[in-house]
């Protein structure tokens, strides 16, 4: 059964550091594509990045110079790191498995930029 | 990047309406996904590679399109089908885009 889940601070200070971590189950890291997508409340969706089977990586043009991704195999986790956070970055974060169309969604986590 | 546009932005059907979701590409495209989302909950998929149904998605729902202009359509709306439902591409020359949306309402 393939599962995705997030896991992170719900708050996050402004000008700080976001670290998420996607925890996957049901498949392997090298054999699938696992991506970032978020939302701010009430918006759409927007695609952040994505780590491809190989261990290389991808990443929204608006959001290239503030963001990482990176994984562990061997702990079936996939890592998103992005600096200098604004309130504008208040969002649902979502993992989901695919570099292309996403056949999985992990159930989000809330992240909160306030002081 | 490619830009999608979704038409309308909401709308109201009542059931047994057939219903049409429109997806403009500012550039060609050569399949569209859709996803269903409904309040509170992950996106789903719903419709992959333009065409072919996610599994458990009702047949019911079609999708069709080409180039620059894709849809989803539902032959007969149901009470379960209100949800918001979002078009995206994936293209070689172009990184992964979503469409802002089409909030689809019961009348």
């Known amino acids: 059964q393939v599962q995705l889940k997030e896991s992170g601070p719900g708050l996050v200070q402004p000008s700080q550091t976001l670290s998420l971590t996607c925890t996957v189950s049901g498949f392997s890291l090298t054999s699938y594509h696992v991506s970032w997508v978020r939302q701010p409340p009430g918006k759409g969706l927007e695609w952040m990045g994505v780590?491809?089977?190989?261990?290389?990586?991808a990443y929204n043009s608006l959001l290239k110079s503030r963001l990482s991704i990176s994984r562990d195999i061997s702990k079936s986790q996939v890592f998103l790191k992005m600096n200098s956070l604004q309130t504008e970055d208040t969002a649902t974060y979502y993992c989901?498995?695919?570099?292309?169309?996403?056949?999985?969604w992990g159930q989000g986590t809330l992240v909160t930029v306030s002081s | 990047e490619i830009v999608l546009t979704q038409s309308p932005t909401t709308m109201a059907a009542s059931p047994g309406e057939k219903v049409t979701i429109t997806c403009r590409a500012s550039s060609s495209v050569s399949y569209m996904h859709w996803y269903q989302q409904k309040p509170g909950a992950s996106p789903k998929p719903w419709i992959y590679d333009t065409s072919k149904l996610a599994s458990g998605v009702p047949n019911r729902f079609s999708g069709s399109g080409s180039g620059t202009s894709y849809s989803l359509t539902i032959s007969s709306m149901e009470t379960e089908d209100t949800a918001t439902y979002y078009c995206q591409q994936w293209s070689s020359n172009s990184p992964i885009t979503f469409g802002s949306g089409t909030k689809l309402e019961i009348k």
């Open positions: 989901a498995r695919g570099g292309g169309w996403f056949a999985y």
């Open positions: 780590i491809w089977t190989g261990g290389s990586t």
